[in-house]
């Protein structure tokens, strides 16, 4: 179950960072030539904050159903350097609020070593980038095939009521929302893919998904 809520919630996240400035009054296409451009860069600077609610709702009881919702919000400060994509830099800061509590979380990557420190609870572990791009190419392709294509594909039929406001400061903040049928049935399609199942009674659906951001007077993404 953790896997498949793992799964649900990176979507979220990974979703709401990867849409990608061609017509300059068209939002979406601001939206997809800023994401370009930032992902050009081989350095950044990377803020954003967001708010999931996940709905947890029980009808195993006699038929009856009950429902009980939680909001999960996440702040996250993070620091890339990849001018040398064989030794890249990076450090991550993220703290997730739910039920009350805090978790903070730190990682950092350096000199091919990834260290974490979740909550007082601190690793470090040999992490090689090129052992792991071979090992990923190594990979038969009839494991990962179904995966890639899924990750790998273009998601812009995803996005939805894109609206943009220009701000006095010449900066421009984009918002829209994300298809949830479309991110249902991909996550159904994922979960098969890694051969995971649902326990008995239990379903996992995405509802409202709506985003903004932030592109600054360069037409770089500034906020998430």
Not at 86 to 108: C, F, H, V
Not at 142 to 169: K, V
Request: charged fraction near 20%; glycine fraction near 8%; proline fraction near 2%.
């Amino acid at each position: 179950m953790k896997k498949l809520t793992a799964i649900f919630l990176s979507l979220v996240m990974v979703l709401s960072m990867s849409l990608g400035v061609a017509a300059a009054e068209d939002p979406q296409a601001v939206y997809q030539a800023a994401e370009e451009k930032t992902n050009a860069l081989t350095s950044m600077d990377v803020g954003g904050t967001g708010t999931i609610t996940v709905a947890v709702e029980d009808r195993s009881t006699g038929g009856m159903t009950q429902t009980a919702s939680m909001d999960m919000g996440f702040n996250l400060d993070m620091q890339v350097n990849a001018e040398d994509p064989q030794n890249p830099q990076m450090k991550m800061l993220m703290d997730m609020s739910m039920l009350g509590e805090t978790i903070n979380m730190e990682m950092y990557f350096r000199d091919q070593y990834l260290y974490m420190n979740t909550a007082g609870e601190k690793m470090k572990m040999p992490f090689n980038i090129a052992e792991l791009s071979a090992e990923i190419e190594q990979a038969s392709a009839a494991q990962l095939g179904d995966l890639t294509g899924l990750l790998g594909q273009d998601f812009s039929s995803f996005y939805t009521d894109f609206a943009m406001t220009e701000n006095a400061d010449g900066t421009k903040t984009i918002t829209f929302g994300i298809d949830s049928a479309k991110m249902n049935d991909l996550y159904s399609q994922l979960v098969t893919a890694m051969g995971l199942a649902l326990p008995q009674d239990v379903s996992v659906a995405y509802r409202d998904i709506n985003c903004s951001c932030v592109v600054d007077t360069n037409g770089y993404l500034s906020r998430t």
